[in-house]
């Protein structure tokens, strides 16, 4: 069964430094991969996305991610934060069922 | 283009009662699916709904129950509400149920029950 692990429930990072937020999946298909972003009181938005194409992934607001299969990883990262990177972000998998499989989610909180 | 809406905002409800949340898929999308995101946890698939049909459920009882209507619009219905469902419920909306990360979010109904 495809699952995620988000490794810190809370991540806390000075405005301008790096972001990084861990995910690792168990898949036992080639996974599809996602990370998306809550704000506070909103729905999910999707950053980025991984279908087996370039391991590395570039979505929005700067963010990338790469696919390490030999790690089961897919870590999300920001090479300078921004206060308005201060969100919820959740790792998901694709299930064989083609449903969407959420991690646990980690509190990414930028001081100035 | 309109995005996904999700109504109502808010609901309280009592241990006991039933309710129903709706979801207006974003325009051209057949698809839906519901989710649950008890405080401090990642959302829960509960089932999605394909062209009206049921098309895959998650580990949720069968007091949770959805309908999807021809204009693709659905709901979802919570009877003999517990404590444990108080929530935010998001639904998302998608063309022809695929694969590849092209859900689109509602804002969520924030339920709370007493």
């Known amino acids: 069964a495809q699952s995620v692990t988000q490794l810190g429930s809370h991540v806390s990072v000075s405005e301008g430094a790096l972001v990084l937020l861990r995910c690792n999946y168990s898949?036992?298909?080639?996974?599809?991969l996602f990370w998306y972003v809550q704000y506070p009181n909103q729905g999910l938005q999707l950053l980025l996305k991984?279908?087996?194409?370039?391991?590395l992934v570039k979505g929005i607001n700067g963010f990338e991610a790469e696919f390490k299969k030999s790690e089961t990883s897919f870590h999300l990262t920001k090479p300078s934060a921004h206060m308005s990177d201060a969100a919820e972000y959740f790792c998901a998998v694709y299930n064989q069922g083609g449903k969407l499989i959420f991690g646990q989610g980690t509190e990414l909180s930028v001081k100035p | 283009e309109t995005g996904v809406t999700q109504s109502p905002t808010h609901l309280i409800k009592t241990r006991g009662q039933q309710v129903t949340l709706r979801c207006s898929s974003q325009s051209g999308h057949n698809t839906v699916s519901w989710y649950q995101q008890a405080l401090g946890q990642g959302p829960q698939f509960i089932f999605q709904y394909y062209r009206e049909e049921e098309n895959g459920r998650g580990n949720f009882p069968p007091r949770f129950s959805g309908l999807q209507f021809p204009n693709y619009s659905s709901e979802l219905n919570v009877n003999a509400l517990e404590l444990d469902d108080s929530a935010l419920y998001l639904c998302a909306s998608s063309l022809d149920s695929e694969r590849g990360g092209r859900e689109f979010f509602g804002p969520g109904t924030r339920l709370t029950v007493l």
């Open positions: 991984y279908t087996s194409a370039a391991t």
């Open positions: 898949s036992s298909v080639p996974p599809y």
